[in-house]
């Protein structure tokens, strides 16, 4: 090894540090009390000869530590990824590890920190989890590992080149989680609304006997009187009907909560609904606009739509300029020719918002089925719950409520208009969005 390597791998462990102190303290003492001196003495010459000999047993060996970082091959976006680090110690003593590993600059964790004790000629795996809160491309760097004996004077520093660049998407592990609700519309677990699945649509699939509970509108009169018991006709969920979400990517969605903007939210909740569209057996489609629409994704129930709805979705960012809900009317008219759902992720602020962009809002909803989807403030509802002690703490609740109460008066204004609204806070969207459809597919509205 060369002279300019060893220096660079070499570290003084602190517990060198320490009794260096110590002797230090030893000599200094020694000016009152003469018979210390020499004890002192010749304890710094051991612990010098100690120190030669760890040295020796840590770099006499070529390459006595492997280490690798197993990633996937995308991250999800504000969810909880799990990274592993294998390690493999070929020295013929046991060792202790401390790993250092490079997380990309988007996490601001400077503090990153693991430590294990490996035995001779084993291999073992740490295990973390990284939560990012943005899209886009993640740089993982060396993989640092500082291994010393258990003599712990001297340690050697391992540097595995295992840059990485690794993509974050919209939540695929939200997406996964929610699949279930494709297949059952009851659902009892907390958090979920049930949904009762009435089966009654346009499609027609069977005569059947009629049951308690059946709707009486479905009894068949002439199978009753042929079998001379009542029969019922039984229809099932019309398959194939477009579905769109419509994204705004104005500046009302670069408001952040918990970390994570009002578009991301939109997003991952946009890619699990359309996962749970095309199970359905529905058609997925994707609009994002705000002065100008950036991404058009036409209805589908081909097998590549998913990956294009998130390899759309991936890229997409936010605007620092007003949505233009005119131009989303004009296109969509040109555009979706077929009567559709349409769910609309957005955010308003205030009434006056809303009532501007509420005529063509209303015209959408004449030709297509709509659903508008925007935010509570959680910010105001924890400003709201906390107690107020002062004048100024009670003016902020004041203001704090009228906003609250904006919300639900916006709620109000698009239900007289007819028009459907989902007013849900953002850890929520996804369910409440999931559970919307859900409903009107039972209901027969699509």
Same mark, same amino acid.
């Given at each position: 090894?060369?002279?300019?390597?060893?220096?660079?791998?070499?570290?003084?462990? =602190?517990?060198? &540090?320490?009794?260096? $102190?110590?002797?230090?303290?030893?000599? %200094?003492?020694?000016?009152?009390?003469?018979?210390?001196?020499?004890?002192?003495?010749?304890? /710094?010459?051991?612990?010098?000869?100690?120190?030669? !000999?760890?040295?020796?047993?840590?770099?006499?060996?070529?390459?006595?530590?492997?280490?690798?970082?197993? %990633?996937?091959?995308?991250?999800?976006?504000?969810? #909880?990824?799990?990274?592993?680090? =294998?390690?493999?110690?070929?020295?013929?003593?046991?060792?202790? !590890?401390?790993?250092?590993?490079? %997380?990309?600059?988007?996490?601001?964790?400077?503090?990153? +920190?693991?430590?294990?004790?490996?035995?001779?000629?084993?291999?073992?795996?740490?295990? &973390?989890?990284?939560?990012?809160?943005?899209?886009?491309? +993640?740089?993982?760097?060396?993989?640092?590992?500082?291994?010393?004996?258990?003599?712990?004077?001297?340690?050697?520093?391992?540097?595995?080149?295992? =840059?990485?660049?690794?993509?974050? +998407?919209? $939540?695929?592990? @939200?997406?996964?989680?929610?699949?279930?609700?494709?297949?059952?519309?009851?659902?009892?677990?907390?958090?979920?609304?049930?949904?009762?699945?009435?089966?009654?649509?346009? *499609?027609?699939?069977?005569?059947?006997?009629?049951?308690?509970?059946?709707? +009486?509108?479905?009894?068949?009169?002439?199978?009753?009187?042929?079998?001379?018991?009542?029969?019922? #006709?039984?229809? @099932?969920?019309?398959?194939?009907?477009?579905?769109?979400?419509?994204? =705004?990517?104005?500046?009302?969605?670069?408001?952040?909560? *918990?970390?994570?903007?009002?578009?991301?939210?939109?997003?991952?909740?946009?890619?699990?609904?359309?996962?749970?569209?095309?199970?359905?057996?529905?058609?997925?489609?994707?609009?994002?606009?705000?002065?100008?629409?950036?991404?058009?994704?036409?209805?589908?129930?081909?097998?590549?739509?998913? @990956?294009?709805?998130?390899?759309?979705?991936?890229?997409?960012?936010?605007?620092?300029? *007003?949505?233009?809900?005119?131009?989303?009317?004009?296109?969509?008219?040109?555009?979706?020719?077929?009567?559709?759902?349409?769910?609309? &992720?957005?955010?308003?602020?205030?009434? /006056?918002?809303?009532?501007?962009?509420?005529?063509?809002? @209303?015209?959408? $909803?004449?030709?297509?089925?709509?659903?508008?989807?925007?935010?509570?403030?959680?910010?105001?509802?924890?400003?709201?719950?906390?107690?107020?002690?002062?004048?100024?703490?009670?003016?902020?609740?004041?203001?704090?409520?009228?906003?609250?109460?904006?919300?639900?008066? !916006?709620?109000?204004?698009?239900?007289?208009?007819?028009?459907? $609204?989902?007013?849900?806070?953002?850890?929520?969207?996804?369910?409440?969005?999931?559970?919307?459809?859900?409903?009107?597919?039972?209901?027969?509205?699509?």
């Amino acid at each position: 090894m060369k002279l300019a390597t060893f220096f660079k791998r070499l570290y003084i462990n =602190d517990r060198f &540090y320490w009794l260096i $102190s110590l002797l230090a303290a030893g000599f %200094l003492g020694s000016f009152w009390m003469p018979l210390l001196f020499n004890l002192v003495f010749y304890a /710094t010459i051991l612990l010098g000869f100690i120190f030669v !000999m760890d040295a020796i047993l840590m770099f006499r060996f070529r390459n006595p530590i492997k280490a690798n970082r197993n %990633l996937s091959k995308k991250l999800s976006n504000s969810d #909880n990824n799990l990274i592993s680090i =294998d390690l493999s110690n070929y020295y013929p003593f046991d060792v202790f !590890m401390e790993v250092i590993d490079e %997380l990309p600059a988007q996490f601001q964790k400077r503090d990153f +920190y693991l430590r294990c004790k490996l035995q001779s000629k084993s291999d073992t795996k740490l295990n &973390y989890t990284v939560l990012p809160l943005e899209r886009g491309e +993640y740089i993982f760097g060396n993989l640092n590992v500082y291994v010393h004996s258990k003599l712990g004077l001297v340690k050697r520093r391992f540097v595995f080149n295992a =840059d990485e660049r690794i993509p974050v +998407y919209p $939540s695929f592990i @939200q997406m996964r989680q929610y699949e279930f609700l494709a297949f059952n519309n009851k659902i009892a677990q907390f958090g979920l609304k049930k949904n009762r699945a009435i089966g009654h649509s346009l *499609e027609f699939e069977q005569i059947k006997n009629y049951v308690a509970g059946d709707d +009486y509108r479905t009894i068949n009169w002439k199978a009753t009187a042929k079998h001379a018991q009542l029969m019922a #006709n039984q229809f @099932q969920d019309e398959k194939s009907q477009p579905i769109y979400a419509l994204i =705004d990517t104005g500046r009302t969605m670069k408001m952040p909560f *918990e970390g994570l903007k009002l578009l991301d939210y939109a997003i991952n909740s946009a890619l699990a609904f359309a996962n749970i569209t095309l199970l359905k057996k529905d058609k997925a489609g994707l609009i994002c606009f705000s002065k100008k629409v950036e991404i058009s994704l036409k209805a589908s129930h081909k097998k590549i739509q998913l @990956q294009l709805i998130n390899e759309s979705l991936y890229k997409l960012t936010t605007q620092y300029k *007003e949505a233009d809900y005119g131009f989303l009317y004009a296109f969509a008219k040109r555009q979706i020719t077929q009567r559709s759902l349409l769910i609309l &992720y957005t955010n308003f602020e205030h009434i /006056t918002a809303l009532k501007r962009q509420l005529p063509f809002l @209303q015209a959408l $909803s004449k030709q297509h089925l709509l659903v508008v989807v925007f935010f509570e403030n959680t910010e105001l509802d924890n400003l709201l719950q906390q107690h107020a002690e002062d004048l100024e703490s009670i003016y902020h609740q004041t203001i704090a409520q009228k906003f609250a109460l904006e919300k639900r008066h !916006m709620q109000l204004e698009l239900k007289r208009s007819g028009i459907y $609204s989902i007013l849900s806070k953002p850890k929520n969207l996804t369910v409440n969005v999931i559970n919307k459809y859900l409903e009107f597919k039972s209901r027969g509205l699509i």
